[in-house]
């Protein structure tokens, strides 16, 4: 019972370069959330999915793009890195009634330099 | 921008005390909820409140709401060297219930 898996957890990127963060979650959940955590910011949602095939902005999506293609993945995606996407990023995943809460995964370390 | 705020930003006790944090909310909710994270960890969820009830029992965790004062505390009794971590308070909003907007965290400490 994996729960959310994050990939990768740690990453240096240069500025200007792309990457992809891959969400995957085996517990068929119907809605997924991309959140970024900054010392003294809490956590600030990125992005949202309340189905396969849907997105939608969260608080801070600008210079983020985000797919879901397929329900149990959820792909956050840089299009070109700066200074200010240095962070640690978590994906989590919620069934509609969220009785359960969110389920996270255990995040990703980026570093843009 | 943020709709829970806890307090205090950090609590330091002796292990067997109890800990008290508070989150207040500016808008109308349909339930809040308390999530753990461990330094380096991603969050874990602790307990959900619905905005028709007024206090909820999980283990040592106690929390309470109050609606009409858009504020919610969370004690732990007994505490534990264990319950070191940061603890945040997360609102759904009525207008948009699929999200989730968390606080900036209560960073609780546990002398052993």
């Known amino acids: 019972n994996a729960g959310v898996t994050q990939t990768p957890k740690f990453r240096v990127l240069k500025t200007g370069q792309s990457m992809t963060l891959l969400c995957a979650q085996d517990?068929?959940?119907?809605?997924m959330y991309w959140y970024r955590q900054d010392p003294g910011m809490g956590l600030r949602l990125i992005h949202y999915s309340v189905g396969e095939g849907t997105t939608a902005k969260g608080e801070v999506p600008d210079g983020y793009n985000v797919s879901r293609l397929k329900k149990q993945n959820f792909l956050l995606g840089l299009e070109s890195a700066a200074p200010s996407q240095t962070s640690v990023y978590f994906c989590?995943?919620?069934?509609?009634?969220?009785?359960?809460?969110?389920?996270f995964g255990s995040g990703t370390r980026l570093t843009v330099v | 921008s943020q709709q829970g705020e806890e307090d205090p930003q950090a609590l330091s006790i002796q292990e067997g005390e109890n800990a008290t944090m508070n989150c207040s909310y500016k808008?109308?909710?349909?339930?809040l909820q308390w999530y753990r994270q461990n330094s380096g960890r991603g969050l874990v969820h602790l307990i959900l409140?619905?905005?028709?009830?007024r206090e909820k029992h999980s283990g040592r965790l106690r929390v309470t709401l109050d609606t009409s004062k858009k504020s919610s505390s969370l004690l732990i009794t007994a505490s534990r060297a264990a319950d070191t971590a940061s603890y945040f308070c997360a609102t759904d909003w009525q207008g948009g219930s699929e999200k989730l907007v968390f606080g900036k965290g209560t960073k609780l400490t546990v002398n052993p």
């Open positions: 808008t109308s909710i349909n339930n």
């Open positions: 989590a995943s919620s069934s509609v009634d969220r009785v359960g809460g969110y389920t």
């Open positions: 409140i619905r905005s028709n009830e």
């Open positions: 517990m068929n959940h119907e809605y």
